[in-house]
């Protein structure tokens, strides 16, 4: 099969797989949550969405109805073949998953008020590029739930606020959307050097694995209070009270000015939709997010 060809297929399978099954780690997180769980209507509704899941997987349907806004991450080697035509193959591929999967429709025109049917526009779906070292292509694809999206803040905060003023902002961001964006969420911390880095990085954060703490050890722990903080607020799964509103929060960082301390947070349904694989330049493709 022709490489250009061996990419979309590639691509379809792996919005197929983001839209009907939960990666392993967080199906793991979700199962972990029910078992320790003390409020037996919050321990209802998270063995509720478990089955959900598990339908899902077993009859290849979708997760949720809203299968999101398509945002792929690309990390081309620079050796790799094919280049300038990837970004209309994922744009095909885009397209024949709404169709074969199927997905909704979810690209609409802002000046028209249309919607174009099949998920691609101008600058639909999203896509972000890394080129690296190599020969290989790897793609990552987040479908990304709308109700979630609504949630997602940045903030500037003064730098002398430092680290307490992350924590009010993230507190702040769930507090104030409760069950909005479809709890127990993922959250997605990104501070950085500007705002619109902040927000690139907090959505990158959503994709590493929820058992996998940042390597920093000072960011790992503030990962980890965040989460025990966040739980504290009693939202519970889809904002009906418990111990779970949040399943793990992510964090990545990086340099900022001295004058200013941009915060990203990005906000994930408990449905954190992900899925990538790798693609040598002979054509073979490995899926690193799901076993298949």
Not at 108 to 137: C, H, M, Q, Y
Request: charged share 25%; proline share 8%; aromatic share 4%.
């Amino acid at each position: 099969m022709p490489l250009e060809e061996v990419i979309e297929k590639t691509a379809v399978e792996l919005l197929r797989l983001a839209v009907t099954e939960l990666p392993p780690d967080v199906m793991r997180a979700l199962e972990e949550a029910a078992r320790r769980e003390t409020n037996p209507l919050a321990k209802a509704t998270l063995e509720t969405l478990i089955r959900n899941a598990k339908l899902a997987k077993e009859h290849r349907v979708p997760i949720c109805q809203d299968t999101g806004t398509i945002i792929w991450y690309v990390r081309l080697g620079e050796n790799f073949p094919i280049r300038a035509k990837l970004a209309e193959i994922l744009r095909r591929a885009t397209a024949r998953a709404t169709r074969e999967v199927p997905l909704r429709p979810n690209a609409v025109d802002v000046v028209s008020e249309k919607n174009t049917g099949d998920n691609t526009g101008r600058f639909a779906p999203a896509i972000f590029w890394d080129v690296v070292p190599g020969d290989e292509l790897e793609l990552t694809v987040m479908p990304k739930g709308g109700g979630s999206e609504n949630w997602c803040r940045l903030y500037l905060i003064k730098p002398v606020e430092g680290i307490k003023g992350v924590i009010r902002c993230v507190l702040r961001t769930v507090a104030e959307a409760m069950g909005q964006p479809c709890p127990p969420v993922i959250v997605g911390v990104g501070l950085a050097s500007t705002s619109d880095v902040a927000m690139k990085l907090a959505k990158l954060a959503l994709l590493r694995p929820l058992d996998a703490p940042h390597p920093i050890p000072e960011v790992a722990e503030l990962e980890r209070k965040l989460t025990e903080l966040i739980n504290r607020l009693g939202v519970g799964p889809m904002g009906l009270g418990g111990d779970t509103t949040c399943l793990g929060v992510k964090i990545e960082v990086g340099c900022r000015h001295p004058a200013s301390y941009p915060v990203g947070v990005a906000i994930q349904c408990w449905a954190a939709r992900r899925a990538s694989a790798r693609i040598t330049s002979r054509g073979e493709v490995e899926i690193t997010s799901h076993r298949v």
